[in-house]
T-cell receptor
Framework: ETGVTQTPRHLVMGMTNKKSLKCEQH?????MYWYKQSAKKPLELMFV???????ENNSVPSRFSPECPNSSHLFLHLHTLQPEDSALYLC?????????????FGQGTRLTVV | TQLLEQSPQFLSIQEGENLTVYCNSS?????LQWYRQEPGEGPVLLVT?????EVKKLKRLTFQFGDARKDSSLHITAAQPGDTGLYLC??????????????FGQGTILTVHP
């Protein structure tokens, strides 16, 4: 399997639920990212991991908790979300997090909070 | 205020027409990337431009980086229905403030009708 794979593709959760999004990359990249894509906003960077270390937390609420156990896997743990958190959550990876590096994206998880 | 302003936001044209979309900023960048995102998929890199005044061609797509490296344009010749999608410009390390921060414009949604 190649590329960046995200699971699940779709998720509906209640505001009191706890769920996790998973991202896996088989490209040998060192950097992984979580982005949020809402209907009327640009892609918003949430977190950046470089060699398993978090290098960016873009003022994301604590109800979103990332985990990067190794350079190939990235999780986003969700708890007590709000309806406005409904969006497409995209995972990406790159060789390293700096200019001119191509970011490879997964297909995303479409999250609906009810 | 967005770091990257894309225009137009929406573009609906007939097959065979030409079009140009723009990505503007007041900041100077060392490089700029263009991505295309199709429905149900993550963004895919089309091109990276790095030199002021640079022009790159990808089949019917022509990308230009402004002389001052503050703006870029994407021109499509003889558009086809397969060109339909969301076109995003993006820059890394915007403003030199963060390492590994890929920032996107809000995108141009292009629809090409047969």
């Amino acid at each position: 399997e190649t590329g960046v794979t995200q699971t699940p593709r779709h998720l509906v959760m209640g505001m009191t639920n706890k769920k996790s999004l998973k991202c896996e990359q088989h490209l040998g990249h060192n950097a992984m990212y979580w982005y949020k894509q809402s209907a009327k906003k640009p892609l918003e960077l949430m977190f950046v991991y470089n060699f398993k270390e978090q290098t960016e937390n873009n003022s994301v609420p604590s109800r979103f908790s990332p985990e990067c156990p190794n350079s190939s896997h990235l999780f986003l743990h969700l708890h007590t979300l709000q309806p406005e958190d409904s969006a497409l959550y995209l995972c990406a990876s790159s060789q390293e997090p700096r200019s001119n590096t191509e970011a490879f994206f997964g297909q995303g998880t479409r999250l609906t909070v009810v | 205020t967005q770091l990257l302003e894309q225009s137009p936001q929406f573009l609906s044209i007939q097959e065979g027409e030409n079009l140009t979309v723009y990505c503007n900023s007041s900041s100077v960048f060392s490089s700029l990337q263009w991505y295309r995102q199709e429905p149900g998929e993550g963004p895919v890199l089309l091109v990276t431009v790095v030199t002021g005044g640079e022009v790159k061609k990808l089949k019917r797509l022509t990308f230009q980086f402004g002389d001052a490296r503050k703006d870029s344009s994407l021109h499509i010749t003889a558009a086809q229905p397969g060109d339909t999608g969301l076109y995003l410009c993006a820059v890394f390390n915007a403003g030199g403030t963060s390492y590994g921060k890929l920032t996107f414009g809000q995108g141009t949604i292009l629809t090409v009708h047969p």
